[in-house]
């Protein structure tokens, strides 16, 4: 494995693996970069931005080109706030698009009643990805 522009790669035609990490997940949800989060993409440059759209929804907006798929992203978010609330970091099923370079990680905790229910992150939160991107079509 070595550098290659966009994260971690396996070889020329492999795929390429992120890291990124999120911060200010607590800003208040809307459709403008007010809304935008800060992003730690470890200098890759993948990651234009992340987005909380609506409550408990997260949207990442990618750079140019977008990589044909996302096979694996893997959150997972801080509890750094101390909530007694069971909170959850999860990709929305087929939410990445390789036309729009968009894909969306969903924060819900359990409201203390065992059921899930969308909830931003707190001030403090930090949501960590784990993503690997297939490079090529073919």
Wanted: charged letters at 15%; aromatic letters at 8%; glycine letters at 8%.
């Amino acid at each position: 494995m070595h550098s290659y522009n966009h994260g971690l790669v396996t070889s020329s035609k492999g795929g390429a693996i992120e890291f990124v990490k999120v911060t200010g997940l607590n800003v208040a949800p809307g459709a403008t970069s007010a809304s935008n989060c800060t992003v730690n993409d470890v200098k890759a440059g993948l990651i234009d931005y992340c987005r909380h759209t609506s409550t408990g929804v997260y949207t990442f907006q990618l750079t140019l080109p977008y990589p044909p798929s996302l096979p694996i992203c893997l959150p997972q978010v801080s509890n750094a706030d101390g909530t007694t609330d069971l909170r959850h970091a999860s990709y929305k099923s087929a939410s990445y698009s390789a036309t729009t370079g968009q894909f969306i990680v969903v924060l819900s905790d359990d409201d203390d009643s065992g059921a899930p229910v969308l909830a931003a992150g707190g001030a403090t939160d930090e949501l960590h990805l784990v993503l690997a991107f297939r490079r090529y079509t073919t």
